[in-house]
């Protein structure tokens, strides 16, 4: 059944990337293996059963572009698209207005992660739907240190029960609109309880709701870095080849 709405947030600025100012070399447009990599995020969820509706968030400043480029293959491809907002927060706020009446459940996944597995998917959405909130992570292995300002080891940090949130999330509709709309009341400059937000589930748990934890996989990266481009490169290389289809969207 399909009752899911996917909501791809790609509205950053990717300044680490160095595309700021330069929609062309953002990371979520610049080719990945012949197509861009929000498209390849893309096409992880829409030939899904279970999905009805996906729908990417751009920046502002993009918009000229995202539509010159991509408009035309929109309508063919079935996906819907919002303008984002100066936080991330703001940009999902944006997107929530636009899901499908029809959906039941919410997914959210960085655009630029595109190489989540099914396997990632098909758990993540199956937990989120027995709990009502669900993510990918991955437990930290690496000694944490918190630094000063200036560089120096402060102290060492338990790594115990740290884990490394990652995307897609799946939630109940209600529980995150909901969720978000008490966030808005309470929210101070972006932050919750001093707290930058930086992740969907965050948004959740403080509403008090329990999130659930899926082990996700170290593939599944999120592209910030011209590295990191490079490593989902190997990755997908690295995968076993599916059936080669014709898209609008090859360069």
């Given at each position: 059944?399909?009752?899911?709405?996917?909501?791809?947030?790609?509205?950053?600025?990717?300044q680490r990337f160095g595309g700021?100012?330069?929609?062309?070399?953002?990371?979520?447009?610049?080719?990945?293996?012949?197509?861009?990599?929000?498209?390849?995020?893309?096409?992880?969820?829409?030939?899904?059963?279970?999905?009805?509706?996906?729908?990417?968030?751009?920046?502002?400043?993009?918009?000229?572009?995202?539509?010159?480029?991509?408009?035309?293959?929109?309508?063919?491809?079935?996906?819907?698209?919002?303008?984002?907002?100066?936080?991330?927060?703001?940009?999902?706020?944006?997107?929530?207005?636009?899901?499908?009446?029809r959906c039941k459940w919410i997914?959210?996944?960085?655009?630029?992660?595109?190489?989540?597995?099914?396997?990632?998917?098909?758990?993540?959405?199956?937990?989120?739907?027995?709990?009502?909130?669900?993510?990918?992570?991955?437990?930290?292995?690496?000694?944490?240190?918190?630094?000063?300002?200036?560089r120096v080891v402060e102290k060492?940090?338990?790594?115990?029960?740290?884990?490394?949130?990652?995307?897609?999330?799946?939630?109940?509709?209600?529980?995150?609109?909901?969720?978000?709309?008490?966030?808005?009341?309470?929210?101070?400059?972006?932050?919750?309880?001093?707290?930058?937000?930086?992740?969907?589930?965050?948004?959740?748990?403080?509403?008090?709701?329990?999130?659930?934890?899926?082990?996700?996989?170290?593939?599944?990266?999120?592209?910030?870095?011209?590295?990191?481009?490079?490593?989902?490169?190997?990755?997908?290389?690295?995968?076993?080849?599916?059936?080669?289809?014709?898209?609008?969207?090859?360069?």
């Amino acid at each position: 059944m399909s009752d899911f709405s996917v909501i791809l947030p790609a509205a950053g600025q990717s300044q680490r990337f160095g595309g700021a100012g330069n929609p062309s070399q953002k990371k979520v447009f610049v080719a990945l293996d012949g197509r861009p990599v929000w498209l390849r995020t893309a096409d992880l969820f829409r030939d899904r059963a279970d999905v009805r509706q996906v729908i990417v968030v751009i920046a502002t400043e993009d918009r000229d572009y995202f539509v010159d480029r991509f408009g035309s293959d929109l309508a063919v491809l079935g996906i819907d698209w919002v303008l984002g907002g100066a936080e991330r927060h703001h940009s999902i706020a944006n997107a929530l207005e636009k899901v499908d009446a029809r959906c039941k459940w919410i997914a959210i996944h960085d655009a630029a992660r595109p190489c989540a597995t099914e396997k990632d998917i098909d758990q993540v959405f199956s937990l989120g739907k027995k709990t009502g909130a669900a993510i990918l992570a991955q437990p930290v292995h690496s000694t944490l240190k918190r630094i000063t300002p200036e560089r120096v080891v402060e102290k060492t940090v338990d790594r115990r029960n740290l884990w490394l949130a990652q995307t897609p999330q799946a939630f109940e509709k209600n529980v995150l609109i909901q969720a978000y709309a008490r966030f808005v009341a309470q929210a101070k400059d972006g932050c919750l309880g001093g707290i930058p937000i930086t992740d969907d589930s965050q948004v959740v748990e403080a509403a008090g709701h329990p999130v659930s934890v899926v082990t996700g996989t170290g593939s599944n990266i999120k592209i910030t870095t011209s590295e990191d481009l490079k490593l989902a490169q190997a990755i997908l290389k690295a995968r076993p080849k599916g059936p080669q289809m014709f898209h609008p969207f090859a360069d």
